[in-house]
């Protein structure tokens, strides 16, 4: 049937997603600085800073970092929390679907400050659906460079949208589009021909790194994410996103009401 084929299909995307992210997984953040030219580092820190996590109150934030991988953007917050606010309540939950990027991520908390200090925690599970996680119980919601690979995109937002308190943030940095003809021909030429060269000679694994350059191709633009966002019932602040580098990443926001 019809509905038989899509299950297949969908099932065969998330193997495929799992089988990219477990191959790449202790390459992971040396390819990003690679194939980024080492921007990445720049948008993350961005993308933290203009959250500015963490309150100056003690009443620390639950924080949930949805396809959160290494840890990346999870660090970042922490850090931002306790530096920045002087917050050291604040804790973030870092939710994977893959086994192999969360360890990788669990060995960076071993080894970091945060270590046996209960503020980081990792759950195995798929953002589409979260039953460990409750409603309302969520104060900000992050997802850095994850929900293109999501087989039901809008099944995750209302899923964020659950589990948000009233109030509540979801933010999103992931690639998007660019729009000026001429950097987006520069930007081609890169992604779609030093990206999947690199990850051979550096990964030894050209179509995982060819699988994410098309995964960037196919994710909806600025605007049609934006109303994506808004179907999820999340109210979306002024223009609703903001383009980094020219656009080739942006973070889009809601607010749950
Ligand atoms: N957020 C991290 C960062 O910015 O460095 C990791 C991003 S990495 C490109 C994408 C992550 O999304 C991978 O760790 C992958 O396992 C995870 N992922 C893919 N599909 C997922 C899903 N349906 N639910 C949860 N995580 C998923």
Redesign the pocket.
Known sequence: THFGFETISEAQK?KK?GAV?SSVASS?DTM?DLMSLGIHRIW?DHFVRSLNPGSTSGKGWNIL??????G??AFRMLDHATQVNGDHSTKVTI????PD?LAEGKKRALASKYADTGRLHFVL????SMPSMPSDSVDLYT????IR???NKDA?LREAFRVLRPGGVFAC?EFSHVNSTLFNAVYKRWSFGAIPLIGQLVAGDRDSYQYLVESIERFPAQEEFRAMIGDAGFLVPGLGYENLSGGIASIHRGIKP
């Open positions: 998330e997603v992210f992971y990003n993350k970092d949805v396809a959160g991988g290494t990346d953007i939710a994977d679907i893959n990027m599970g798929n953002a589409e997802v850095a460079f994850g690979n999501f087989t995750a940095l």
